[in-house]
Nanobody
Framework: QVQLVESGGGLVQAGGSLRLSCAAS????????MGWFRQAPGKQRELVAV???????NHADSVAGRFTISRDNTKNTVYLQMNGLKPEDTAVYYC?????????WGQGTQVTVSS
């Protein structure tokens, strides 16, 4: 079992920055791909960025060049550095991790960007 705990969300003005963190804990052999999704009110959950255990990344077009995903395998932690935030980035951000065929989700952290 893997437990994921996110932190770092909050309220920020447009153009500002936030850094999200997600730490994995529990009993597991290894964690593969980790990533971030987000869900705005009234919208479907969407992919923000993913990173493989080897460090290969993929960012959604809507955040490419503004957001950067990274991970520290020694700490089983994934990060999302968000720069140049826009009001349309407002959403609940969820961490996800894949381990031995299972998908795990965090509880979510709210990011609100004011105009």
């Amino acid at each position: 079992q893997v437990q994921l705990v996110e932190s770092g969300g909050g309220l920020v003005q447009a153009g500002g920055s936030l850094r999200l963190s997600c730490a994995a804990s529990g009993t597991f052999f290894s964690i593969g791909t980790m990533g971030w999704f987000r869900q705005a009110p009234g919208k479907q959950r969407e992919l923000v960025a993913v990173i493989s255990d080897g460090g290969r990344t993929n960012h959604a077009d809507s955040v490419a060049g503004r957001f950067t995903i990274s991970r520290d395998n020694t700490k089983n932690t994934v990060y999302l550095q968000m720069n140049g935030l826009k009001p349309e980035d407002t959403a609940v951000y969820y961490c996800t991790a894949f381990s031995r065929g299972n998908t795990y989700w965090g509880q979510g952290t709210q990011v609100t960007v004011s105009s």
